[in-house]
């Protein structure tokens, strides 16, 4: 398996414009995770889906960020319009939910950087 | 809100010293989960504890869960060079939900 794959890996833009962050997450797994990385603020839980549905978006930060799970295999994140303090590493994670395990597979990340 | 605290937030070790780790919640945890992310890279699962009171080892390092499943530790004992990067803690709330610590970034100084 490929493991979670994300796309861009660096995505760099000006304020205002709007940036879409896509996720594959690994086949067969039920739950897919945003994240937020900052030196600041760490790693913040942005949304999570559990079988496509948004189950918690408390931790979006604004209504400029809205998340997408249009199926079992594909996830964005978009931000509109962007600002400076968006900045960050976004991580996508996904986990194949069941009583025993809970554990997480993170994609490699989107580098975004917001002139 | 419930937060995971996660201390020190720096350790800097000679080669061959010991580094530990601390997390603490401020409610019931179900489960805690360890990860590590090397600079530069991302979050890799590490381990997951469920039992209260439970220690499991993987080599040189040793991850215990509180009685009361409020704490954690990871300790690793004769750091190498290869042991550099971030820790995270992260509680499980019994739903979906996984609450990262801040992280312990570890330097190894050879």
């Known amino acids: 398996d490929a493991g979670v794959i994300q796309s861009p890996r660096h995505e760099v833009t000006e304020m205002g414009q709007e940036v879409t962050l896509r996720c594959k997450p690994i086949?067969?797994?039920?739950?897919l995770f945003w994240y937020r990385q900052t030196m600041m603020r760490g790693l913040e839980l942005l949304i999570y889906?559990?079988?496509?549905?948004?189950?918690?978006d408390s931790g979006m930060p604004e209504d400029r960020f809205s998340a997408k799970m249009p199926n079992a295999s594909f996830s964005t994140l978009k931000i509109q319009p962007s600002e400076p303090r968006d900045s960050a590493v976004y991580f996508c994670?996904?986990?194949?939910?069941?009583?025993?395990?809970?554990?997480?597979?993170f994609g490699p990340g989107t580098r975004l950087t917001v002139l | 809100g419930q937060q995971v605290m996660q201390i020190p937030q720096y350790q800097h070790v000679q080669e061959g010293e010991d580094f530990t780790t601390y997390c603490n919640s401020s409610?019931?945890?179900?489960?805690i989960q360890w990860y590590k992310q090397r600079p530069g890279g991302h979050p890799v699962f590490l381990i997951q504890?469920?039992?209260?009171?439970e220690v499991k080892k993987q080599k040189r390092l040793t991850f215990q869960f509180g009685e009361a499943k409020k704490n954690s530790s990871l300790h690793i004992t004769a750091t190498q060079t290869t042991d550099v990067g971030t820790y995270f803690c992260?509680?499980?709330?019994?739903?979906?939900?996984?609450?990262f610590g801040a992280g312990t970034r570890l330097f190894v100084k050879a």
């Open positions: 889906f559990n079988n496509n549905v948004p189950i918690d």
């Open positions: 086949s067969g797994h039920n739950s």
């Open positions: 504890l469920v039992k209260s009171g």
């Open positions: 992260a509680g499980g709330t019994g739903g979906f939900k996984t609450i």
């Open positions: 409610t019931t945890l179900s489960n």
């Open positions: 994670a996904s986990s194949f939910r069941t009583s025993g395990s809970v554990e997480q597979f």
